[in-house]
């Protein structure tokens, strides 16, 4: 998916011409913490609630006042992995996404990219978690699903977590099967090391509730 599917029409932008105690109106009501301010289809920058409430302009419009802007942003045309970087990076509620013409064309929240991730890493599919911790010149994308492969199984998505201070790694996997004791049995008899199994009786709730949770306390 591209930067330019995950864009929100709910969110306008602010123009030089609105206050600071406006901005900090459609923070609140919008539950974010950062507005692009664009003038004429020209992204300025992005502005957060700190920037207003430290600089003390609630009653100055944002284009009067003297303003040191971040400009992150992404192009409609960048894969939503980039926009993922991003915005983790720089700890943003939203990004602003420009057309090749560097030209304003949207924004893209946090809770969007959220139930995108949601969706990317099959969370709400039937099946299991396998957790694989290995040294990372270990890996083999290959022998895995080979393993997972030859139990009639299917990868319905994977990623890689680098552990902290560390050379090893944790490969979390998600199967589109309940049952995964012929696989864990195979990943044994190859030497790995499973660091945690999930059937889906014993963590769809957990995700389920963890993740529900986690979408209300962006809402707050």
Not at 110 to 130: V, Y
Request: glycine letters at 4%; aromatic letters at 8%.
């Amino acid at each position: 998916m591209l930067a330019k599917d995950l864009i929100t029409d709910e969110i306008p932008p602010l123009k030089t011409s609105d206050t600071g105690l406006m901005a900090i109106n459609w923070m609140d009501e919008f539950k974010v913490s950062h507005l692009p301010i664009v003038k004429n289809h020209e992204y300025l920058g992005l502005i957060s609630d700190t920037d207003i409430l430290d600089l003390n302009i609630t009653d100055e419009e944002l284009g009067k006042s003297k303003l040191s802007l971040l400009r992150p942003f992404v192009f409609e045309s960048q894969h939503e992995y980039e926009v993922i970087k991003l915005i983790s990076s720089l700890k943003l509620t939203v990004l602003p996404v420009l057309n090749e013409q560097q030209q304003y064309v949207g924004l893209i929240p946090l809770t969007s990219l959220i139930q995108q991730f949601s969706t990317l890493a099959a969370t709400r599919e039937p099946g299991g978690i396998i957790v694989l911790e290995m040294g990372l010149h270990d890996y083999s994308l290959t022998q895995i699903s080979q393993i997972i492969e030859g139990n009639d199984a299917k990868v319905l998505s994977l990623y890689v977590n680098p552990m902290e201070d560390s050379t090893k790694i944790e490969i979390t996997i998600k199967l589109n099967k309940e049952d995964l004791s012929a696989i864990l049995q195979t990943f044994y008899r190859y030497n790995y090391n499973v660091k945690q199994s999930f059937h889906q009786s014993e963590f769809s709730d957990d995700m389920k509730n963890r993740f529900d949770s986690f979408m209300n306390f962006i809402n707050i």
